[in-house]
Antibody, heavy 119, light 107 residues
């Protein structure tokens, strides 16, 4: 069974940084493409970015609103996905979820971790 | 970025009704589209991939169609457990983009 467990969320001041983790199990992580999706309170889903497996180049793509502030990475030895978020803004307040990808799009989802950006 | 325009934003329907939700892409995306269901407080669940392929384990009352710029999700006979919010997601090009969602409520 695929399991995705996010952690690292919390309250951070505008301009601050936060690193989210997604611990995974139940599938071959080092062959997987993974993504992050967020959802602001009461709002819709918003795609954040994706990382390819290292075998496929390990490259990343991001949503336009990221603008160089976020970095997605992996630690294949720990089956863990990361989202480093810098220069955070109030509009980044959301639940951040990691997802596996199959057939080109998000497949299995974690429950998410809440990030609140506020002074 | 490709814009996904989903309609309606909400609808009220009764158990047994046929429900159709539409997504329009701002440019052609072939069949690179998925449909997701989200219930309050829960993670989204993919229902359809490649515009018309049913995800394993999803009831056959759900179906998807379309290609290019116009897509539909149809629920042939709405069940009580189907009241939720539905989203389309295009994955033809980066960044991937979601529609704004359709909330299906009980009439």
């Amino acid at each position: 069974e695929v399991q995705l467990v996010e952690s690292g969320g919390g309250l951070v001041r505008p301009g601050g940084s936060l690193r989210l983790s997604c611990a995974t199990s139940g599938f071959t992580f080092n062959n997987a493409w993974m993504s992050w999706v967020r959802q602001a309170p009461g709002k819709g889903l918003e795609w954040v970015g994706r990382i390819k497996s290292k075998a496929d180049g390990g490259t990343t793509d991001y949503a336009s609103f990221v603008k160089g502030r976020f970095i997605i990475s992996t630690d294949d030895s720990k089956n863990t996905l990361f989202l480093q978020m810098n220069s955070l803004k109030s509009e980044d307040t959301a639940v951040y979820s990691c997802t596996t990808m199959s057939r080109g799009s998000s497949d299995q989802w974690g429950q998410g971790t809440l990030v609140t950006v506020s002074s | 970025d490709i814009q996904m325009t989903q309609s309606p934003s909400s609808l009220s329907a009764s158990v047994g009704d046929r429900v159709t939700i539409t997504c329009r892409a701002s440019q052609g995306i072939r069949n690179d589209l998925g449909w997701y269901q989200q219930k309050p407080g829960k993670a989204p669940k993919r229902l359809i991939y490649a515009a018309s392929s049913l995800q394993s384990g999803v009831p056959s009352r759900f179906s998807g169609s379309g290609s290019g710029t116009e897509f539909t999700l149809t629920i042939s006979s709405l069940q009580p457990e189907d009241f939720a919010t539905y989203y389309c997601l295009q994955h033809n090009s980066y960044p991937h983009t979601f529609g704004q969602g359709t909330k299906v409520e009980i009439k």
